[in-house]
């Protein structure tokens, strides 16, 4: 069973930067197409970005120019790189991946795998 384990999360000043950590610590999982999402208290879940299989990347408006996603296939691990960080970054984020390849992102959240989250906090 594919189990996703994210890490990295913590405290972080404005202005400073982490990087987050997504890995299949479970059964061997072919499909390397994965999602980042980050929920705030009172707020819907929100999809900050995203990789595909053939290493399309899209993100969020908020954060373009300051997240950067990437993956290393050889350690099944993708990454989010948060620089700048805003108090308003301040949420849980999680990671998703599809259960069926070539799966939109929405249907990949429906259906797919998800870890338990980590929490970033933005706060001086």
């Known amino acids: 069973q594919v189990q996703l384990v994210e890490s990295g999360g913590g405290l972080v000043q404005p202005g400073g930067s982490l990087r987050l950590s997504c890995v299949n610590s479970?059964?061997?999982?072919?499909?390397?197409?994965r999602a980042w999402y980050r929920q705030a208290p009172g707020k819907q879940r929100e999809l900050v970005a995203t990789i595909s299989s053939g290493g399309n990347i899209n993100y969020a408006e908020s954060v373009k120019g300051r997240f950067t996603i990437s993956r290393d296939n050889a350690l099944n691990t993708v990454y989010l790189q948060m620089n700048i960080l805003l108090p308003e970054d301040t949420a849980v984020y999680y990671c998703n991946a599809p259960s069926s390849p070539g799966s939109s992102w929405t249907y990949a959240a429906e259906t797919g795998y998800w870890g338990q989250g980590t929490q970033v906090t933005v706060s001086s």
């Open positions: 479970g059964s061997p999982f072919s499909l390397t197409a």
